[in-house]
């Protein structure tokens, strides 16, 4: 750094949260703000309005780019209740260094700051982070060349546990008298122990002779995910394409699509015949692939590029449709799964997403 840089010493500030030292009211960033933090001293670009009274103006700052590999693309979220002390923290056990601040967003009546960061391998940093999160119950996200909220895009979500709060064939089951049972076979499922496709038809073979009035009952009062119906409000404003790709069934699928306003619901069909269920499922089963070929085909189908995909999920048939997107996020999610995606939301409402875009 040849610049001048506003120097702050950590021991002076490190209870402060993010908000209290650097100025949200600059959500407009005029360009990235050279950063840098140790466990003496913030230093961050002259540029960059803060609150608290720099110790004083220095040039030529040393930093340790030069050691590790550059990405660029990289950037850290956080939100800005987090203290500097947290953050510093934060950047040591997940082996990150930050460079610049890019962005504060005012999303959502939330404000997050974007950090360039660097590290030597993404997905250990990740790793890490994601065992961070979950020990301070706090939101976090470390992703590489991040979709645009401003550009449409495409969002698939998984249903059930995803977008509302209940998995159907589990409450089905409990009003067919099978559910003790059922709940078990769709636990292991999620888990990926068993194959999914299998765990479906073995699930849906206990419910024959049911009545048809039970899918009424469990749709009537369908309890949907918090945050759900701002995300899909805020994304539709930049013109985003959002949709269902469920291994639960089309009767709930469809009734969230009229609901929401979907683009488009995929999702198993139930065999009904003289208003009882017969115990099968009709033509293939939506499992882990098909996830990812929904996602592909409405992409193509409404000319998204690959950057602007997102999938999200919590369970283990999600993987193959977040890994066929550009940006894969675990929500509330299985282990099996946290360790997989490219992020996650591990306590907030689906509208959390918001800050996870550029």
């Given at each position: ?32 703000y ?13 540029a ?7 110790m ?17 693309t ?20 997940c ?7 890019n962005?504060?967003?005012?999303r ?7 950090f360039?960061?660097l590290?030597?391998s993404?997905?250990?940093a ?7 999160a ?8 470390l ?11 495409v ?12 998995e ?5 089951a409990?009003l ?21 496709a299998?765990?479906?038809h073995?699930?849906v ?7 048809e ?5 469990v749709a ?7 945050g759900?119906?701002t995300l ?9 394409r ?6 639960g ?9 009229d609901?929401l ?20 499922v ?5 499992d882990?692939?098909?996830?990812a070929d929904?996602l592909h ?13 997102v ?20 929500f ?25 875009l550029?």
């Amino acid at each position: 750094m040849s610049d001048p840089v506003q120097v702050f010493p950590v021991k002076e500030i490190k209870k402060l949260t993010l908000e209290q030292v650097i100025s949200p009211e600059q959500t407009l960033l005029k360009a990235s703000y050279r950063f840098d933090l140790s466990d003496a001293t913030l230093a961050i670009d002259i540029a960059c309005k803060c609150f608290e009274h720099p110790m004083k103006n220095l040039t030529g700052l040393s930093t340790k780019i030069s050691e590790i590999t550059i990405t660029e693309t990289t950037e850290l979220i956080v939100f800005s209740d987090l203290t500097v002390a947290l953050l510093l923290t934060l950047t040591n056990q997940c082996q990150i260094t930050i460079v610049a601040l890019n962005a504060i967003n005012d999303r959502n009546n939330q404000i997050s700051y974007r950090f360039s960061v660097l590290t030597d391998s993404l997905s250990t940093a990740r790793k890490k982070l994601t065992a961070f999160a979950m020990q301070e119950k706090i939101e976090v996200a470390l992703i590489d060349n991040a979709p645009v909220l401003a550009q449409p895009g495409v969002l698939v979500m998984d249903m059930d546990s995803t977008t509302i709060k209940i998995e159907c064939i589990d409450e089905i089951a409990i009003l067919a008298g099978v559910g003790e049972e059922v709940a078990a076979v769709t636990e292991l499922a999620m888990q990926g122990e068993l194959d999914f496709a299998q765990s479906l038809h073995q699930r849906v073979a206990t419910l024959k002779s049911s009545s048809e009035s039970i899918l009424a009952d469990v749709a009537k009062d369908i309890p949907l995910m918090p945050g759900l119906e701002t995300l899909i409000k805020h994304l539709k404003q930049y013109h985003w394409r959002v949709a269902i790709a469920s291994g639960g069934f089309t009767y709930f699928a469809d009734h969230l699509k009229d609901l929401l306003k979907l683009d488009a619901a995929f999702a198993n069909e139930l065999e009904i015949i003289d208003g009882h269920l017969t115990g099968k499922v009709l033509g293939s089963v939506v499992d882990a692939q098909v996830k990812a070929d929904c996602l592909h085909k409405l992409s193509d189908e409404y000319q998204i590029p690959h950057q602007q995909t997102v999938a999200m999920g919590d369970g283990a048939n999600d993987l193959v449709m977040m890994a066929a997107a550009s940006l894969g996020i675990a929500f509330h999610a299985k282990d099996i799964v946290k360790k997989q995606a490219d992020t996650a939301i591990h306590f907030s409402g689906l509208d959390c997403m918001l800050h996870w875009l550029k």
